[in-house]
């Protein structure tokens, strides 16, 4: 695993299919450690057990599902948590411990924020870090393309337009510190930004979905 910063933690990359680029992110807290998305490397998640084990794991959307959630489970008894409206298919592999329905606070201070569009349960995390920098985990909402912009995740004939642009318009009042997408098509899948930074991005996030015919 490589230390992105003094608290987090990023699995080695894969590769679900050509052009796209996933990695899952370990959060160390004395509340707890929790992964957010999930990784199908099963030496990474041996790997978590030297940084104190998974106590949750939190999955932005049914497209990080996979039999390795079983492994998280069986080796640290990690708790899951996933949205309410993707339950039938998180259940297919392992039924989830927390079913979103609405923005809520988790596991101390893991604010749970439900962004629909891309999928029905899509879901977004932000936490305050015992560093003091603000993480939002993005799932698939908005994330990297090839040229380092921050992309809406629509998708053709699954993803509803008009609820995710909704969602963005949301996520654009917040002021995270890094936003760490789970898919993502440049070099790296988070960024460092101020708070204009941030909203300038989703700005242009949202430029296309309000344009389209």
Known sequence: MKQIFPDLWQTDVENP?????????????????????NTGHEYEIDAMATLGGVDWQ?????DELGKSLLRVRKRYGA???????????????????????GRQTLAGNIEV????????????????SATG??????????YRNRKGQWSNGFIKGWSDRDTLVASLRMLRELQPDVVISSAFADKDGYQEMSP???????????QPLLTAG
């Open 17 to 37: 299919f050509p052009g796209l680029t996933t990695y899952a992110y370990l959060l160390t807290r004395e509340e707890g450690n929790v992964l957010f998305y």
């Open 58 to 62: 939190l999955l932005s959307h049914q």
């Open 79 to 101: 708790k899951l948590g996933g949205h309410a409206l993707e339950r039938e298919s998180f259940a297919e592999i392992l039924e989830p411990d927390v079913l979103f329905t």
């Open 113 to 128: 924020i439900p962004t629909p569009g891309h999928t029905p349960g899509s879901t977004c995390f932000q936490v305050r």
């Open 133 to 142: 920098k603000t993480y939002l985990f993005t799932g698939d909402t908005v």
């Open 196 to 206: 204009n930074d941030w909203a300038r991005h989703v700005d242009s996030a949202l």
